[in-house]
């Protein structure tokens, strides 16, 4: 049985990679080829593309990567790293196509698994949701990654397949016991399925881990009533809504489990 519970693709703001070095450049190999380069290119280039963070700081890293790319001074795995940075930068700012442009290039240089990752959930961000469950599946054929498990997971629920998302959240919770993403999302899957004894441990976990977060709180409530604890359920709603007055997602809860 699959519940209908769940009209909207789920928000999930928080997979993006965080920029790294690459793994091939240690830092001390950085800094040297950073102590060769002219000055006029480290003033707005590849120190700057390298150290600024493309999610949260966007406007920084765009104009330095695009002037790191510029300088001549890049190649291999800077150079893919530089265009991946970008290209999280112009996700983070919406700008869906450049992101895609960018990243699409950095895998052309560097096949990277992270660069891979990144252009997937920017595929998934354009509603290419097939085109991203491609890209993972690939991934997983040779770097057994949480992450990737979670965002095929996710891309999976967008595409109704939560009989095959449960086997990935389920393999990204064996890797990452206490990422309350995949808690989460594990926990959504379950319950759609009507799963709700295999959702109440996973939902339960998320709840206490991250107490703050009202979708932890909903999907252990809907856990709940799938095994028989309506009443339950509803309290532990009604007692988030007096904090909470007029949250959709609870007062959705309520009404569908009057």
């Known amino acids: 049985m699959i519940l209908s519970i ?15 070095v690459p793994p091939s450049m240690p830092r001390p190999l950085l800094l040297l080829l ?16 390298f150290e ?10 765009i104009p330095a990567c695009t002037a790191a790319i510029a300088s ?15 290209g999280v930068a112009h996700r983070e700012l ?39 469950e491609a890209i993972y599946t690939q991934i997983l054929e040779t770097d057994d990654h949480w992450q990737s498990w979670l965002s095929r997971c996710v891309v999976r629920q967008d595409l109704e397949k939560f009989e095959q998302a449960v086997g990935d959240c389920e393999q990204a919770v064996l890797r990452d016991p206490d990422n309350t993403d995949a808690l989460y999302f594990a926990a959504r899957a379950h319950n759609i399925l009507g799963q709700g004894h295999r959702a109440l441990p996973l939902a339960r976990k998320a709840t206490s881990l991250d107490p703050e977060k009202t979708r932890h709180l909903v ?11 309506t009443s339950g359920g509803r309290e532990l709603v009604r007692d988030r809504l007096a904090e909470t007055p007029g949250d959709p997602e609870l007062l959705d809860y309520l009404r569908q489990t009057d």
């Open 6 to 20: 769940w009209a909207n693709p789920p928000v999930f703001a928080h997979l993006a990679l965080k920029p790294e």
């Open 34 to 49: 950073l102590a060769l380069l002219p000055l006029a290119a480290l003033a707005q280039g590849p120190l700057t593309c």
């Open 52 to 61: 600024s963070d493309p999610n949260t700081d966007p406007d920084i890293a």
């Open 72 to 86: 001549g001074t890049l190649e291999g795995a800077w150079l893919a790293g530089a265009y991946a940075n970008r």
């Open 94 to 132: 919406d700008q869906f196509a450049q992101s895609a442009d960018d990243l699409e290039t950095a895998i052309r240089i560097d096949p990277a698994a992270p660069h891979m990752r990144m252009l997937a959930w920017t595929y998934r961000t354009m509603r290419r949701q097939e085109e991203a």
């Open 219 to 229: 999907e252990l409530a809907w856990a709940m009533h799938l095994t028989g604890d």
